[in-house]
């Protein structure tokens, strides 16, 4: 799904995210996760020169963000969310198909991610855009009770050009 072809509002942008918008990035994330990440976890992003980007609608709210790291050959999606009313809309495919794109550009290899078990609309989309589990990651992420499990998922980009995908 490109950005053009999403729901409601007339135009829709992708930017590159900047500082200013991490109190808003920072909201939609608490409202999207028990465990959300700080604003100092974003910042450290930021400055550490990881790639991250928002879809807005036509006011320049944020509706969509995400951020990845590239490390040698390989892309990183270390995040994506979008706001709560804006889920399942298609934004979040969009943003993915974004991060393939870029990936693509870059000429790496591989996208891989970690998802929480229990994320099953996160990793209906992964399975959707081509991504496959590679492994489990025993208590990997802080739960209401304990820790819970990440599926380590994985996009093989080599794979998309050999079977012709346009992703």
């Known amino acids: 799904m ?8 007339s135009h829709i942008t992708l930017r590159k995210m900047t500082v200013a918008d991490l109190t808003a990035v920072s909201t939609i994330e608490k409202q999207s996760t028990l ?10 992003c930021l400055k550490a020169g990881h790639e991250a980007w928002v879809i807005c609608d036509n006011e320049d709210h944020i509706i969509s963000f995400t951020i990845v790291q590239k490390v040698v050959d390989e892309l990183h999606l270390l995040n994506i969310c979008v706001q709560l009313q804006h889920q399942g809309q298609g934004y979040g495919k969009a943003m993915l198909n974004h991060v393939v794109q870029f990936a693509k550009e870059l000429g ?4 891989v991610l970690e998802v929480r078990c229990s994320n099953t609309k996160a990793q209906s989309l992964y399975t959707q855009a081509g991504f496959n589990e590679m492994s489990v990651r025993r208590d990997y992420y802080p ?3 304990g820790r819970e499990d990440a599926i380590l998922m994985g996009l093989d980009l080599r794979l998309l050009s050999l079977f012709g995908a346009s992703s």
Do not use: G
């Not at 790496?108 to 996208?111: A, D, G, K, T, Y």
């Open 2 to 9: 490109a950005l053009s072809e999403l729901p409601s509002e």
């Open 35 to 44: 465990f959300p990440w700080t604003v100092k976890h974003f910042e450290d």
């Open 108 to 111: 790496s290899v591989l996208i």
């Open 143 to 145: 739960a209401e009770e």
